[in-house]
């Protein structure tokens, strides 16, 4: 029950004090713990490396560093870190609030979408290759070794160690004195 109340107390303060856009980053090594297969999939990548393969005159140009590092100044973190399409984890990272995902995003962590991705994989940016949205994912896919991971260990769950319900699933059950009805 007490765990229920922090829950919901950590979505309203979030919310309420409109933090969720407030957030900092705490570096690619504070996820992997407990995204092993994402993490180690994200460090083998171009992104982990994308500061790296410019010139050093490039590296300090504003317009490259926009895509290659755009965390580097603000947030201390040079390339493109899991929180620069996930959003600073200052506030989604404790593993409570992880395990249930719409707290989660309500704490801002983001869903990237191709529109975020276009934002410095586009027309004007230096590559000479088109930018093909459905096969780059595919190519950096960090996350079906860990779903495929979760899930065959969650097919062992036994009862008592049953998984807490999400947030909404939670609200959906309260008397209506306790939560406002929204038509």
């Not at 600073?88 to 869903?111: C, F, H, I, N, T």
């Not at 290759?129 to 036994?158: I, N, Y």
Request: with cysteine.
């Amino acid at each position: 029950m007490a765990s229920t109340f922090l829950r919901v107390g950590i979505a309203v303060s979030v919310c309420a004090s409109g933090v969720a856009g407030a957030y900092d980053f705490l570096g690619p090594d504070s996820c992997q713990s407990c995204h092993v297969e994402a993490y180690t999939a994200w460090k083998a990548s171009p992104h982990a490396r994308a500061k790296d393969v410019l010139s050093p005159t490039q590296q300090r140009d504003a317009r490259c560093l926009s895509c290659h590092s755009p965390n580097d100044v603000d947030q201390k973190q040079a390339g493109v870190t899991c929180e620069s399409c996930h959003g600073g984890g200052q506030y989604y990272s404790p593993r409570y609030v992880m395990k249930d995902a719409e707290l989660a995003r309500l704490a801002g962590l983001v869903d990237p979408t191709e529109k975020a991705c276009r934002a410095c994989h586009d027309a004007s940016s230096p590559s000479l290759k088109p930018f093909d949205f459905a096969a780059k994912l595919k190519a950096m896919d960090h996350w079906s070794a860990e779903r495929a991971r979760r899930k065959s260990s969650s097919a062992s769950v036994t009862p008592e160690k049953a998984p807490v319900r999400s947030f909404a699933q939670w609200l959906r059950h309260q008397p209506p004195s306790l939560v406002r009805q929204t038509p």
